[in-house]
């Protein structure tokens, strides 16, 4: 609990105090009021000054002005207990609010721990403590065990383990060493590390973090919308209502005056919007909390709200499914065994720096003996012509594509591979067998393919610029729905356009992207989803929500948290008012005494509140749309 909280607390432990001794007086001495006097003051002396306040700056219809009026009266009606316990149990309320709403925002306010405060910068060689402003790009800065990451960078030297919870989700500490990229918002755990600086602080990756942050709360769903202008037509509304209550019935019927106006000040008491006020927002807030404990950043409630409702899942394939990263992914030999054709490719691709070498020597894994690498040449647009010192004698080694085996005569008898790049080898000009480098899909895509199936997410689709028997190849192995390739970043564009048109009305289309040409389609969809990590500043800016661990499962964490907040919200919409309005009525007939509109007002909120707060609990509902996808295979 803040301080403010506690103090609060206490008024109001030494409030209910002086309830109970004015209750156990009351009856047997003149001087019970005193206790309900005193009670009264110290649970809500403050709010006829809020209300008196308010006034004067122009909000006049709001609960404390709605709570003074009610308690007023009950006390002019002679109804000084019930007046005095309505002001005592709408503070305990207003108090849980405050708190759950506090705790609510811890998971985002924990995010705002990010923002560095220093960076180590080296200048002339000699280390001083500047502001993350100062420090520009290829400047070295020094980042010490325990310190936070103050801006983006590579590693020059040193390693070390980082902890990038609060930017991710992730639990887990993530090894760096040098040449690796890291980001800002990181806290550095254990080694010393020597960085320079690749982008400024304002364009980092904290610093984008940190503006999405702040700028949430300003993008409302609907449902908050409706709330807010529900509240100002609804509290005028019920206190003319209120007054007619108290003045009408009396004038035409010749009634008790006392006892009509205690039904208004019960009116009042009902009609307080707390419940609603309070606990949409609150649930809102909530689900936006338990997006970013699992690495997903929404930038309002609107998106939040938005993303509860997608029908249609529009992919990039290229750093969105797959890695990006080319990968031996087959081995395919004609003559020997998978070793011995991954070992002469190994060797005859050494002294390249081609991403096909590099992704076939870190097939291999072990050590090359550079001493029996007689000659390598590398030969433009076909391959390498290696010759090789074995131990069956020295070898002439051709590898590379279908062209390079043409020009040297030499038949390929295996049929071309449709997904991947087909790296052939020869010895001695006899075919030896081919290996398939290609993109790789990402681990989790299986898992969140069948995580959204399970969502209710109708359509699945891949939209790439790979040739099209590519992307229909890739799309069939992920069970996807439909699959268009051959498509630069205005065809993908016009196929969203074409797409948007086609979806139900209601429903939601969300693009997942990651790079810069992904921008235009990320800002035209419905839900712009960008992967956080490795993808493009471009993309992070257009889109809608940003999915810092690059997982595509996070989507349907999204979902499935979007969906329960709403679910939460609609609940407290139809409970707070259906309950509102049956003790309304009830109060307005006689048959409610202001006891009841406690409940209707203080009740409600609590539970409200209480039901908002589920929003931040995400767990059990995790395991359950994943159930089942373990072990699904592409």
């Known amino acids: 609990m803040t301080k403010k909280q506690k103090t609060m607390a206490a008024r109001l432990s030494v409030s209910a105090v002086f309830l109970i001794a004015g209750a156990l007086m009351e009856g047997r001495t003149a001087y019970a009021w005193i206790p309900f006097v005193i009670s009264y003051l110290s649970a809500g002396y403050d709010i006829p000054l809020?209300?008196?306040r308010n006034i004067f700056h122009g909000q006049v219809f709001d609960e404390n002005f709605l709570m003074t009026v009610a308690t007023f009266g009950a006390i002019g009606c002679g109804a000084l207990e019930e007046a005095v316990?309505?002001?005592?149990?709408?503070?305990?309320?207003?108090?849980?609010?405050?708190?759950?709403?506090?705790?609510?925002?811890?998971?985002?306010?924990?995010?705002?721990d990010i923002n560095p405060e220093y960076a180590n910068l080296v200048r002339d060689g000699k280390e001083e403590k500047v502001d993350p402003y100062e420090v520009e790009i290829g400047d070295t800065i020094i980042i010490k065990p325990g310190e936070k990451v103050p801006l983006d960078g590579v590693i020059v030297k040193g390693s070390s383990s980082l902890d990038t919870k609060a930017l991710t989700g992730e639990s887990m500490p993530?090894?760096?060493?040098?040449r690796d990229p890291i980001i800002s918002g990181s806290i550095n755990l254990n080694g010393l590390l020597e960085v320079q600086v690749t982008k400024l602080f304002d364009d980092s990756t904290v610093a984008k973090i940190l503006e999405l942050v702040e700028n949430a709360s300003s993008r409302k769903a609907k449902a908050e919308n409706f709330i807010t202008k529900f509240a100002r037509v609804y509290t005028p509304v019920v206190v003319c209502l209120a007054l007619v209550l108290a003045v009408i019935p009396p004038l035409l019927t010749g009634g008790n005056w006392g006892i009509w106006i205690y039904r208004a000040c019960s009116f009042l008491v009902v009609s307080c919007p707390c419940a609603l006020v309070i606990s949409v927002p609150l649930s809102f807030f909530g689900g936006l909390g338990a997006a970013s404990r699992q690495g997903i950043l929404m930038k309002g409630s609107n998106y939040l709200e938005a993303v509860a409702s997608l029908d249609t899942v529009v992919f990039d394939k290229t750093g969105t499914l797959t890695t990006g990263k080319f990968q031996v992914t087959r081995v395919k030999p004609a003559e020997g065994t998978k070793d011995q054709l991954l070992e002469l490719a190994a060797y005859g691709e050494f002294h390249s720096n081609h991403p096909i070498a590099i992704s076939v020597k870190e097939a291999y894994g072990k050590r090359v003996e550079e001493s029996r690498i007689v000659t390598a040449k590398e030969i433009a647009g076909h391959g390498i012509h290696a010759v090789l010192e074995?131990?069956?004698?020295?070898?002439?080694?051709?590898?590379?594509?279908?062209?390079?085996?043409k020009a040297q005569g030499i038949t390929i008898t295996e049929v071309p591979e449709i997904m991947g790049t087909s790296l052939y080898i020869a010895e001695d000009g006899v075919f030896l067998g081919s290996i398939i480098i290609s993109?790789?899909?990402?681990?989790?895509?299986?898992?969140?393919?069948h995580g959204l199936r399970r969502a209710g997410v109708r359509r699945l689709i891949m939209l790439t610029g790979d040739k099209p028997e590519v992307g229909r190849a890739v799309a069939d192995k992920l069970s996807l729905d439909e699959a268009y390739g051959g498509l630069l970043p205005a065809d993908k564009v016009l196929k969203v356009e074409?797409?948007?048109?086609?979806k139900p009305e209601g429903s939601t289309?969300?693009?997942?992207?990651?790079?810069?040409?992904?921008?235009?389609?990320?800002?035209?969809a419905d839900i712009g989803i960008a992967m956080g990590g490795i993808g493009s500043d471009a993309a992070v800016e257009a889109a809608d929500v940003v999915i810092m661990t690059d997982e595509p499962s996070r989507l349907v964490d999204a979902i499935v948290i979007a969906?329960?907040?709403?679910?939460?919200?609609?609940?407290?919409?139809?409970?707070?008012?259906?309950?509102?309005?049956?003790?309304?009525?009830?109060?307005?007939?006689?048959?409610?005494?202001m006891w009841a509109a406690v409940f209707a007002d203080v009740g409600v909120s609590v539970l409200a509140i209480l039901n908002a707060i589920r929003a931040l609990n995400y767990k059990k509902a995790r395991e359950k749309a994943f159930e089942g996808s373990a072990g699904t295979e592409v």
């Open 50 to 52: 809020k209300a008196v």
């Open 390 to 405: 074995l131990e069956n004698g020295r070898k002439d080694l051709y590898i590379g594509n279908e062209r390079l085996m």
């Open 498 to 502: 074409e797409l948007l048109t086609a």
């Open 563 to 593: 969906r329960k907040t709403m679910r939460i919200v609609k609940q407290n919409i139809i409970f707070a008012i259906g309950v509102k309005v049956l003790v309304l009525i009830l109060t307005a007939l006689g048959f409610a005494t």
């Open 85 to 112: 316990a309505v002001m005592l149990f709408y503070q305990v309320g207003e108090l849980f609010s405050d708190y759950a709403v506090n705790k609510s925002r811890k998971s985002i306010t924990e995010l705002m």
């Open 174 to 178: 993530v090894e760096v060493k040098e």
């Open 509 to 524: 289309l969300g693009f997942v992207g990651d790079g810069i040409n992904d921008a235009p389609v990320l800002a035209r």
């Open 439 to 449: 993109d790789t899909v990402r681990e989790d895509v299986p898992d969140a393919l």
